[in-house]
């Protein structure tokens, strides 16, 4: 199990950009993926983007596919989401989570940081 802790949140207003950090207590390169994972008040979580450990490969939710990209560092156990464009219905907690397969489900994701609010204003 790894410990993982997000940074980067804050309030930005539409238009502008955040760039979400995920510190991981342990080697990232051995979970094949990492992901970013968002959820905002009364709704249900959602995937965002993950990356591999080996090639590199991600994948993307197609809300924000061209403004988000997702990158890892495994020499410093670290995985980033350079958020620009930010929209309003970005408002969300963000988490990152380590797994198994390159997908946006919830369940195929094992471990989980505590997440950090990124809040856009209009």
């Known amino acids: 199990q790894v410990q993982l802790i997000e940074s980067g949140g804050g309030l930005v207003q539409a238009g502008g950009s955040l760039r979400l950090s995920c510190a991981a207590s342990g080697s990232i390169s051995d979970y094949y993926s990492i992901a970013w994972f968002r959820q905002a008040p009364g709704k249900e979580r959602e995937g965002v983007a993950c990356?591999?450990?080996?090639?590199?490969?991600?994948v993307y939710a197609a809300f924000v596919k061209g403004r988000f990209t997702i990158s890892r560092d495994n020499f410093k156990n670290a995985v980033h989401l350079e958020m620009n464009s930010l929209k309003p219905e970005d408002t969300a907690v963000y988490y990152c989570?380590?797994?198994?397969?390159?997908?946006?489900?919830?369940?195929?994701?094992?471990?989980w940081g505590q997440g950090t609010q990124v809040t856009v204003s209009s």
């Open positions: 989570a380590t797994g198994r397969i390159l997908r946006l489900f919830a369940y195929d994701y094992d471990d």
């Open positions: 990356i591999s450990s080996t090639d590199h490969d991600t």
